[in-house]
């Protein structure tokens, strides 16, 4: 009789390294997204496409969803190659972006016009949900258009290798620069998960752009010009560069990253559980892991140590072939028996991918947990009456591994999170180089955590924790956090989030994972390219087919 | 380059220039102006919610939040809550009380209000600030707060805020004698808007300027060593 396996421990999945080597999953909101644009069958539209042979103009992109419709608003710039820039503090782009909600009147457009290419300069209303903007690949944009323009289409390789058209360096929703908040569109069922504006927004622009890319070939070659073949285009999503701006997002919202995890661990438990697979199971199974395999061909990268991890990804992918080979017919809870022949033999990247990837056969059992994956309540409140000593428990029971640490050690402080005014976004600096001191983000609740137990170790134990604050008003923001995170088993990060060995990257992953991003090609140890929607299914393709496996597809296969 | 220069100019009450944040970013703004007046991080966080709240309400948060923090720049905050809570009068060392450390004292520690007479609060600056406090208050104990000042009697529910008198003196900067206590003083329902509020261009500068405080200059290190 097989017993319901229990979720993994915290202290094994809360560590950064984990969960910097974690992978999409049926949970991503990527795949939430497109799930639901075919369930729900969203028509799609382009009402205005006024753009000229240079690539210069504007375009709306339409969705007509149950509920109501979305429009990307897109411009068009002429952008001179020496100002093109991933960095936040670029002032021009090729291509800016704003999510309309509903269908942009001529004043809307020439509104957006005026301030959404400024981008952070210029503001925006209620009735957008998101701003964002994309720069042309260097490799690829004008070779693609010359070989169009010409007839011929595209060196395959080049575009497998590059894998977009364009990168978005930013997508801004949540009320940013006046943008619509989350609270005006949280109970829109089509919004409910989380992100869903933004990768929508993302999805459109992947859309727009091979139509821009389209009608520059079409323009130039004439008559002679061709439509880039549908499998390559497919292949292409829309890059990404991500760096320190979306680092301290894990640590900032804490009771959100949880039920992301815990969604992603329920799932595993619930596919550990089973008490065997089936046929046709195993079949989808092996079928995507084949296909995965020889993915990670194309997962190109120049660092270093991730080359080293892809490779040895590959080993373990290897493994886990002639390992589901070899697991006898009767074996009870099979799933949990590869995941435990995982834990003792891959890597972390290896676990991580074999965990996401137990998922794929059974949307049945897991898709439903998309429903838990938001958190859109009330920020928590602080409990005054709790005592010094209820409070020290809850310390000892939930980060003790903070407290073990040694916090006198130069290297357990070596970094310090800071915003810059230069851009108004976080970075990273060394305490000891630069005097950042009063400048420093409160990134670090493991520190805080150990501090707060110092503190509170000469109060009686039977003092309220209102009093403490009251004469210790420095340590009202962790107290909040650990009363309010007590009971939620994934909200904390067990690591040193400012020690020496931090690499921001793993918090850049983790969450870019959640998003359904792959091809993880970090850069530094705090910025990284990534891809998003490769191989999704473009508009007008969703329900040509059975996409719902569409991150395995590749060039030359579907997953019908 | 300037950042946020694309204000949209509409001639309101408030003179040439206004706008319409979003709660998220007159949040973000208050919490890191907030901090740099000199409240702690996590109080910061609380003025950051106040102000949203107050924002949502068509209340004057982000504008007394200003006065709040220029008026109190830089002092210590444990003079500006009260030194002892064990009575019904609670006055601070420096004769002013913060509203947002009262409040978060209060939203805390709810059953303080449970006093006959309620509880007096001496020297509370900018006022309007501890609403959403005693709306937090009255939720947990589930009981009507009320809380007067000046000609103005307020009470809330877990929906509603009712009020009674004089609706300027919301806008009151200097300090006040507050009475919190568990009762419904009555009046009529405070209407939610149904449009953002406006914020002057003024008040959004200078909750700016505070908040700049909090940004480290860049340096040429910063800048070589990848900074995004």
Redesign the interface.
Known sequence: MSKPIPLREPSRVMRLERLGAMHQSRLSFMRILVRRMRRERWQFSRPVFEVDARGVGHAVMSTQTPRGRYSLVAFFHELDDELRSD??IA?AWDATFALFDGVPEDEDIQRLS??VP?Q????L??KELTLSRANRSDRLWWPVIESLASGVQPEAELLRSVGYLMRTTAVYG??????????DIADRPEFSAPFQVEMLTVYLIRAVVRDLLQHMANSWGGERSVTLDTDMARNLGIGNST???MAPFLLNHPMLFNNWVLAREKAIARVRSLPEASAEQWNLFRSLLASGRRSLDHWATTDPEQAGKIARLRLDLLAVQSQIDAIPESTSQPWNHLHEWADQMLSLEGQEYLASLMLEPYGDLVDSLAESLSHDRA?P?????MSVAELKALLERNYEWALDMDWQTPGSQAHVW??????????L?LRD??D?DD?EQ?LAPARDAAAVYSAIGGWSDTE???DF???H????????RVQSLSALPYAEIRDNTIGESLLPIDLLRCKLAFFGATRFDPR?D??VRIRLFANAPYPEELNQYDSQYWPFSSANTLWY | ????????PVPTRFGIDA???????METLARRASRGAG?????A??AG?VTRWLLEAGLPGPQMLIERLERLDGLA??EL??SS?AGASWISSSGLLCPI?VG??I???P?LLRRAGGVSLQGVVCPVLIIPALV?AAC?LNEWVSVQWQELQLSFDSNSVQSRGNLSAFHDKESSHLTCRIAQSGGSELPMPSE?SWVSRDCHQRLQVMA?R??????D??RQ????
Not at chain 1, 120 to 123: N, V, Y
Not at chain 1, 381 to 385: C, F, I, L, Q
Not at chain 1, 418 to 427: D, L, M, N, V
Request: charged share 30%; aromatic share 6%; net charge positive.
């Open positions: 960095r936040v002032e005026r301030n400024l952070e300069a210029g503001r209303s209620c949540s009320g940013k620069f006046g943008a619509a908040d989350r609270e760096g320190l701006g920020p409140t602080v409990d005054g009456n800071y915003i810059s005014e230069e851009k108004q976004e976080p970075r600096g180089l630069e950042l400048y409160p309220d924790i209102g604050l009251l004469q008003p420095e340590f009202r923001q962790i107290v909040r530094s705090r910025w | 380059m300037t950042r946020n220069t694309g204000l949209f706008m319409r944040p979003s709660r998220n970013e409240l702690s991080w996590g109080l966080e609380d919610h905050l444990t809550g009260p809570v450390i978060a004292l939203a805390d520690r059953d937090r947990h953002r700049r909090t940004l480290a200059p860049a340096t290190l910063s060593r990848g900074a995004g």
